[in-house]
């Protein structure tokens, strides 16, 4: 009983320190100006939705009371992250699984090696490949593209889906898909009927890992874009009026930013809870 007690009041501790951050983002989103610098912090406080309003461009006059010039640039931006970050899962997690049932289900000459050159890729931090990236971008005309963007991190997510991937086809019986051949099914038919439904769970953790690491990615996405492509990491970072940062503005960006992640994650919940126990039971 006292051990019952004493982890539950391990995980509310643990709670309140993962999730007090996020509230606290969330809070400073809709507190008024004076209360956001209010000592001490305020908990209770009267909200308001200007900081939202401003950063939506639906009430340009009300960004003057904080210094802002302009219109936002959130609003572009943020679409540009859904399209580079949705582009490039749905790229990574298409030819990782491919690629991953090949190295499952075929006899690959080197696998070892090939496995260990792909898993390379994500060895070196960004900020090694920043200027090379840079350089060759700049040759072939991929800077501020959002071509250049979904390209780059389909490359660098891929290594991650192809063995996470690998992991869980390996634990679909060989038979399945043989029992379906037997049938008269061809190759490809078998891997669309009978391993792929088998794989949901794996293919949904994949690409809630890898829309994960597009949709925060911040260096490249800061080096190689300026205007037409740049997503919102960036531009959330840069928010600030003639008098100082903008803190209310950038909790609300924030606070945006957060949403399609989280709806995404909800929507496949179902798959996500199974893929991330796929294969501690073995046969």
Known sequence: MVWKVAKGILIALALVFFLLPIYWIVA???????????????FVFRGTLVHYLTLFNIRPEEAAKFGQVGKSLFPPRFLNSIVIAGVSTVLSVALGTFSAYAFSRFRVRGENDLLFFILS?????PIVVGIPFFVVYRALGLIDTHIGLILLYMTFNLSFA???????????????EEAAMVDGYTRFEAFFKVILPQALSGIAATAVFCLIAAWNEFF??????????????PSIAAIQGTSGINWGQIAAGVTVFLLP??????????????????GVIKR
């Open 28 to 42: 400073t989103s809709f507190k008024q100006w004076p209360d956001i610098f209010a000592i001490p912090p305020k």
């Open 261 to 278: 992640v989280v709806v995404f994650t909800f929507l496949v919940r179902k798959y996500l809870a199974r893929g991330l126990t796929f």
């Open 121 to 125: 890729t994500r060895m070196l931090p």
């Open 162 to 176: 192809v063995w996470l991937m690998k992991g869980f086809i390996d634990e679909i019986p060989r038979e399945f």
């Open 220 to 233: 490249f996405a800061l080096i190689l874009t300026s205007e037409k492509a740049r997503t919102a990491p």
